[in-house]
Structure formats: C-alpha cells, structure tokens
C-alpha cells in the first residue's frame, strides 16, 4: 500500500514538473516570437529612414522622374503605417520592396547618379539592410514554427490551449507577388 502510494505521489510531482516545464517553454517561445518581430520591425525602420535620403539624391538627378519617386514615398508610408495582422504588414513590405526596384533602374538611365559617392553610400547602406531585414524575416519565422508545432504536438498542446497561448501566422509572400520574390537589387 505504501508503494502504490509513493508511486502515485511519484507521478503527480512528475506531472506537475511536466507542467511547469510546458508552461514555461510556451511563455520563452511567444516572447521570443514578439522579440523577433520587434527586431525585424527595428530593421524595417532603419530602411524607411533610408529611402527619404535616396530619394533626395535621385531627385537631383532623374527630375522628370517624378512618378516613380512619389511611388516609392508613397508605398515606404504605407509600410510604415501598416498595422494588424503580420499578413498586413508583409503585404505592405512587399509593395516598398517592388517599388525600391523601380527607383534602382532609375540609375541605369542616370550614369552621374551611378558616380555619386552619396547615392553609393546609401546603396551599400541598403543593400545591408535588406540583408538585416531577410535575417530577421527568417529569425522570426523560425520561432514561429516552433511555438506553432509546439501547440499541436500532443501533450503540450493540452497546456498551451488551455492557458491560451495561440498560433502565430508566418511573415510571407503573397503567392502572385513576384516582385518581392526577387530581391531588391542595390548593386550598379
């Protein structure tokens, strides 16, 4: 009797460790989650204040191009005012990476512009940070997943639902967005 007692008792501690250890992984994985979105958010940013400087060293330049630079504009505050899901805010990103497509094939047509050490210093500081913004794209997908599978593996996701940790969506291309499938190209 004694034995079948220290067993059960065995087996509550075990389970309740099991718990605790659960519970806990899924508060790690949704912080982590938030902390990859915030740094993927931090890179973003340092692109939108890089596309007013780029602009106004092309203006100079490519003058009568004027639609193509009010697009960049328009589409860079449209990223930067996007809010709601991450599907929201990828839509948005994907319509200012397209457009930065457009404002670099300006410089084909603009040899001076190519030759202007401003407009090379910002390329390079660009091209940087499109690397910053894949790194944290993949950096938050990859907690994505692991919180995602954690919520549908058995057991753990009998804690996770019952404390209400959800499912986080993937920062991803839109399907028939082949502009921002190619990456912005910075290099003349």
């Given amino acids: 009797m ?3 007692l220290v067993i059960i008792v065995v087996l509550i501690v075990f389970a309740g460790l099991y718990f605790l250890a659960t519970y806990n992984k899924f508060v790690m994985l949704r912080n982590r989650v938030k902390e990859a979105g915030s740094d993927m958010e931090v890179q973003m940013k340092r692109r939108y204040d890089l596309i007013p400087n780029l602009v106004e060293t092309i203006k100079g330049y490519a003058a009568h191009e004027k639609n193509t630079l009010e697009a960049v504009i328009k589409a860079r505050n449209s990223a930067m005012q996007a809010t709601g899901t991450i599907a929201d805010k990828a839509n948005a ?4 990476s397209g457009t930065l497509k457009s404002l670099f094939a300006l410089s084909e047509s603009y040899p001076n512009l190519k030759a202007n050490t ?6 390079k500081e660009l091209a940087d940070t499109e690397n910053k913004i894949q790194a944290s ?3 938050y997908n990859s907690n994505v997943f692991v919180l995602n599978t954690k919520l549908e593996i058995f057991p753990s996701n009998l804690i996770g639902n019952a404390f209400g940790f959800t499912k986080q969506d993937f920062f991803k291309l839109n399907e028939n967005e ?7 190209k910075v290099s003349f």
């Fill in 178 to 184: 082949q502009t921002a499938k190619d990456p912005v």
């Fill in 2 to 4: 004694q034995t079948v």
């Fill in 137 to 139: 794209r993949r950096f």
């Fill in 118 to 123: 401003n407009f090379l210093e910002l390329q």
């Fill in 93 to 96: 990103e994907n319509v200012l």
